[in-house]
């Protein structure tokens, strides 16, 4: 059965193969010998089977002899969805995972971040990360950048420039008592927010929008808060920040802010608790925050990477699912000490490991319900579910050429076998050697072209 959208852009690629993504009735629908038609506009105009190439083709206008045609080991799946890193950290990644988090931003990361006033550094560590996680197949990217307003302006525009579909947040944070150079007065977190959403809304960037980012609620006054959750709602943007990473954190949130009911409450009481808003971690909410998250439509994002490595807490998904929270994963880099999506993904079916071991009658997510937590999870949490995350028609084709048979490769295959044990492959053993080409709304961003002379 053809599924299908005429719209008046003509056809400009057309694949045939395998594809593999997730709905929401299915967390893993396979596609075999289907066709899958790409718009000018980036945007999936059918998906057939390959049978009926010949009617499609009249159809839609393309010539049969233009399709390209998947090999036996390769297949398509949506590019995947990190809904939390900080970009300003990958310069220390891989290091610095020895003391808890609150010890943790005071000792490396505030004073790594304040480097960024420096736009040639800045440039620096912004191009590798971009460049990193596209080559590693994430195709959608949440970023906490810093402080500096112009240095995340940088960070918009190369994520841009090399066709990463982004949201990005200039740090706000006005208390930083370890730190004392790196923060600053809540008149200029205001208008440097004001003025950082001005500028990059002004650049029309197609892909790159600008996110709210008060940092957390330890390094927020009040007053701040709420002028944030103002300016989101007076111009109808994403929100993110962190919560209940720690039981530490918590305990502080709750010195500092006596007067609420519990560290959701502190956020929902300045308005930035809404459906456009993603919060990471999450690792010791309560039943009744996780309701409060159903009934705002606020998303958490799963660090799970992050949690272990600095030994926050392990975040029961299942819980959070049977809440019906929209929920999505991320590397969280620095924290966590990954870029790839594939390594969240390990990590979330490791930390639902553990907790089965703590306690046997529970039920452990499946390689299938996290590869959805991967892709059409992390679209929905962050609000993008109607444009990505999954291959629907009117949907944009962002997805990721998959080899699991790659010479060289991280994988060695012994017999035939299957599309899901192939997927399942990838996820366990595959990394950025796997991944052949990557698209994001119907360009291929890799293999790389230099961004100046891209098409």
Request: proline share 3%; with cysteine; hydrophobic share 35%.
């Amino acid at each position: 059965m053809t599924s299908s959208k005429r719209s008046t852009a003509g056809i400009a690629h057309v694949y045939r193969g395998t594809f593999v993504h997730s709905t929401w009735e299915t967390a893993l629908q396979i596609l075999e010998d289907a066709l899958l038609g790409v718009d000018s506009e980036g945007k999936i105009a059918f998906i057939g089977k390959g049978l009926e190439l010949n009617r499609l083709s009249r159809t839609f206008g393309f010539s049969p002899y233009d399709v390209i045609q998947l090999a036996q080991h390769e297949f398509f799946m949506p590019g995947m969805v990190d809904t939390h890193i900080h970009a300003s950290q990958y310069s220390y990644a891989g290091t610095a995972l020895d003391l808890p988090l609150l010890q943790w931003l005071n000792t490396y990361t505030f004073p790594v971040e304040s480097y960024f006033k420096d736009l040639l550094f800045a440039h620096r560590v912004y191009t590798h990360v971009v460049r990193r996680t596209l080559r590693n197949g994430t195709t959608t990217a949440c970023y906490f950048a810093t402080i500096h307003t112009d240095a995340t302006l940088l960070l918009g525009q190369i994520a841009n420039d090399f066709g990463q579909r982004a949201l990005v947040g200039k740090v706000c944070m006005d208390i930083n008592n370890a730190v004392k150079h790196y923060k600053e007065t809540n008149q200029e977190s205001q208008e440097e927010t004001c003025r950082f959403i001005g500028e990059l809304l002004k650049k029309k960037y197609p892909l790159v929008k600008p996110v709210v980012t008060p940092r957390f609620a330890v390094s927020c006054s009040g007053v701040l808060l709420g002028q944030l959750g103002e300016i989101a709602k007076n111009n109808n943007l994403h929100i993110q920040s962190h919560i209940s990473e720690t039981t530490e954190e918590v305990e502080l949130v709750k010195q500092l802010f006596p007067e609420s009911e519990s560290y959701t409450h502190v956020y929902h009481k300045h308005n930035l608790l809404t459906n456009k808003t993603v919060m990471a971690h999450g690792c010791h909410l309560s039943d009744e925050e996780l309701t409060l998250f159903r009934e705002t439509g606020a998303s958490l994002s799963h660090c799970p990477n992050s949690n272990i490595s600095l030994c926050s807490g392990m975040l029961d998904v299942r819980k959070v699912l049977n809440h019906n929270v929209k929920l999505g994963l991320g590397t969280d880099v620095a924290g966590g000490y990954s870029v790839s999506m594939l390594d969240a993904v390990r990590r979330t079916l490791d930390t639902s490991k553990a907790l089965t071991i703590q306690n046997p009658d529970y039920h452990t997510l499946t390689f299938e319900e996290v590869f959805r937590l991967a892709t059409l999870g992390g679209s929905q949490a962050l609000s993008m579910d109607d444009r990505t995350g999954n291959f629907e028609v009117g949907k944009d084709f962002d997805a990721l050429r998959v080899n699991v048979a790659v010479p060289d490769g991280p994988i060695d295959l012994m017999q035939s076998e299957g599309p899901r044990i192939l997927l399942e492959k990838f996820l366990n053993l595959g990394d950025d050697r796997n991944i052949v080409e990557v698209h994001v709304a119907g360009r291929k961003v890799v293999p790389f072209t230099e961004p100046d002379t891209a098409e």
